[in-house]
């Protein structure tokens, strides 16, 4: 077992020699639909967009759909975009149009009203209003590229199962094990592993020939990490319900759910 370990350490680490990896690994699509549309009709026009991957209508749960929808907007007409947040019945909660609740709060003046159960927000300040889910307005749709694993696993099966998702050609990898970056990055990995199932999730940071690595060749931003970590904690996590602590190291055979990406 162990020597079958060392040699899928050094093919990772031969795979990460030949990979310039610059910058984040975390990406976030966006696409604007100009052409109005109900609540309804926007929802599915995300769902549709693309064949490939999960589009879905903006939650304002991350700051960087804020900072999208405001992007390069005409703000002379006032306007609305509609958002994934909607009332469900019979509790009449928010919910997003994934069907998860919502706590995401940032209302216009005089909002919320009874005029109607799905929300939008104005192309000129960002805030929410209540619209009526028939009406018609233009909508984003985002994506990003991770994928959270709701099945335990050791590190080294976690690695194993993030590089066979679609795997068409074993010598390029199209997934791997997540790195982590930078602040952006942070936000937004914590806020797709909030529905996992054990309190830590594993990462791509591995430590292995004295050194600490992402498994894909991106760089380690971190210099606090232990220069000799205690024997079998050679594995890096991150901490569902703690977002303040950007790493933990933990012994590789432990099993727990796992972060993956895909490369675009």
């Known amino acids: 077992m162990e020597s079958g370990l060392i040699r899928t350490l050094l093919n990772l680490l031969f795979l990460s020699s030949l990979e310039c990896v610059l910058g984040s690994v975390v990406r976030q699509g966006s696409y604007f639909n100009q052409y109005p549309s109900s609540w309804t009709g926007a929802v599915d026009g995300c769902r549709n967009h693309w064949a490939h991957g999960e589009w879905a209508l903006p939650n304002l749960e991350k700051e960087v759909e804020g900072d999208v929808l405001l992007e390069d907007l005409p703000k002379e007409d006032l306007f609305y975009i509609w958002t994934g947040i909607h009332i469900t019945e019979p509790d009449g909660g928010w919910n997003t149009s994934a069907g998860k609740p919502t706590n995401y709060e940032d209302w216009a003046e005089g909002q919320p009203t009874a005029d109607g159960d799905c929300v939008g927000i104005s192309n000129k300040d960002k805030k929410m209003t209540i619209l009526d889910c028939d009406s018609k307005w233009p909508f984003y749709c985002f994506q990003d590229n991770l994928v959270l694993v709701k099945e335990d696993k050791t590190w080294e099966e976690a690695i194993e199962h993030c590089r066979a998702m679609d795997l068409t050609d074993p010598n390029n990898h199209r997934n791997d094990l997540i790195s982590i970056s930078g602040p952006l990055d942070q936000q937004t990995v914590w806020s797709k592993i909030n529905e996992a199932t054990s309190n830590e999730v594993w990462t791509g940071l591995r430590y292995f020939a004295h050194e600490w690595f992402w498994v894909d060749g991106t760089d380690v931003p971190y210099q ?41």
């Open 224 to 264: 606090d990490l232990p220069s000799c970590p205690v024997r079998g904690q050679y594995c890096g996590t991150v901490d569902r319900d703690n977002s303040t602590i950007p790493w933990n190291i933990r012994d590789c055979n432990e099993k727990r759910n796992f972060l993956c990406y895909e490369k675009y």
